[in-house]
């Protein structure tokens, strides 16, 4: 057993059981691919898949076998990534979720350039559930996200509390600060963050608690796209408290609250159990641990 055999799994396992798309992924004929899987088979004594007509199907023994292919394959890469910059400052790769990355990810990123300025810094901003992708296939050593990981192979730890507020048009009959029923909540027009995002998540959950659910009229990736929505008073919002700040100031929309309901969020610094943390990776959580103790929050516009 090599580690070009639990490539050549993992490669399986990733294209769908289909050892075709496995072969060109990997560069090599699907009889070779074939034979690798077999010869693992033959080395273990089980069976990683089974084969009902020309279509594979992993096992419970496969499925096991997925973890600590992955794990192995993750500290092989490691270890090549480590050992080939030996002489370098080192690679940190981090991922942050949309709101995350928006709004603090910056500021994170210009103070640890300032304190580690030898360490390559590499970011990827997109949504919770393809971070925690990245994660698992060590495409990614930590993320920063909203709400709560629900992959059990990755440590999630609380690092900052964030609220997010209801925003609506100015003209629509509410005035700021006022807190109005939930039957009035209800009946509005709802904008929202897309299904799999943070703040999604926080709304939705908070809702259903309250014994309810919301068909949303307009959904976005861009907090920025719901704030301009809200303002030309196509419906009301709920987001970040701090992106709506400049928006409030302005009076281009008002805030309000729902008598019963609090949407707060945790987030979380999120990484694979089986991950070695770098000094630089560990340097990177603890700067945004105590982020707010150390530096102002900026003015999000």
């Known amino acids: 057993m090599t580690i070009r055999h639990l490539r050549i799994f993992l490669s399986v396992c990733k294209n769908g059981f289909n050892t075709t798309k496995a072969a060109e992924d990997l560069h090599l004929s699907q009889p070779a691919v074939s034979l690798a899987i077999k010869e693992l088979e033959d080395y273990y004594g089980v069976r990683l898949f089974d084969r009902i007509g020309r279509r594979l199907s992993i096992t419970d023994a496969g499925r096991r076998f997925l973890d600590y292919a992955s794990h192995i394959i993750s500290l092989f890469d490691d270890l090549e990534r480590s050992m080939q910059n030996w002489d370098s400052f080192g690679l940190l790769r981090i991922g942050a979720s949309i709101t995350i990355g928006s709004q603090f990810l910056p500021g994170y990123v210009k103070a640890f350039n300032t304190r580690c300025p030898g360490i390559d810094l590499r970011v990827l901003v997109t949504t919770s559930d393809e971070l925690e992708e990245k994660l698992l296939s060590n495409e990614l050593d930590l993320a920063l996200i909203e709400g709560v990981s629900h992959e059990g192979s990755l440590i999630s730890e609380e690092y900052m509390e964030d609220s997010l507020t209801v925003i609506c048009p100015p003209d629509i009959g509410f005035r700021q600060g006022q807190v109005i029923s939930?039957?009035?909540?209800?009946?509005?027009?709802?904008?929202?963050?897309?299904?799999?995002?943070?703040?999604?998540?926080?709304?939705?959950?908070?809702?259903?608690?309250?014994?309810?659910?919301?068909?949303?009229?307009?959904?976005?990736?861009?907090?920025?796209?719901?704030?301009?929505?809200?303002?030309?008073?196509?419906?009301?919002?709920?987001?970040?408290?701090?992106?709506?700040?400049?928006?409030?100031?302005?009076?281009?929309?008002?805030?309000?609250?729902?008598?019963?309901?609090?949407?707060?969020?945790?987030?979380?610094?999120?990484y694979h159990k089986e991950k070695f943390l770098t000094p630089s990776a560990k340097a990177f959580i603890e700067l945004c641990r105590n982020y707010e103790l150390d530096y102002p929050l900026p003015d999000y516009r």
């Open 182 to 270: 939930v039957e009035e909540f209800k009946a509005q027009k709802f904008l929202l963050r897309e299904p799999g995002s943070g703040t999604r998540e926080i709304f939705d959950r908070t809702v259903e608690q309250a014994g309810f659910s919301v068909t949303p009229i307009w959904e976005a990736m861009s907090t920025t796209a719901l704030i301009n929505a809200v303002t030309s008073g196509i419906g009301i919002s709920v987001i970040p408290r701090r992106m709506a700040v400049a928006a409030l100031r302005r009076g281009d929309v008002i805030s309000i609250s729902v008598d019963g309901l609090s949407f707060k969020r945790k987030f979380h610094i999120v």
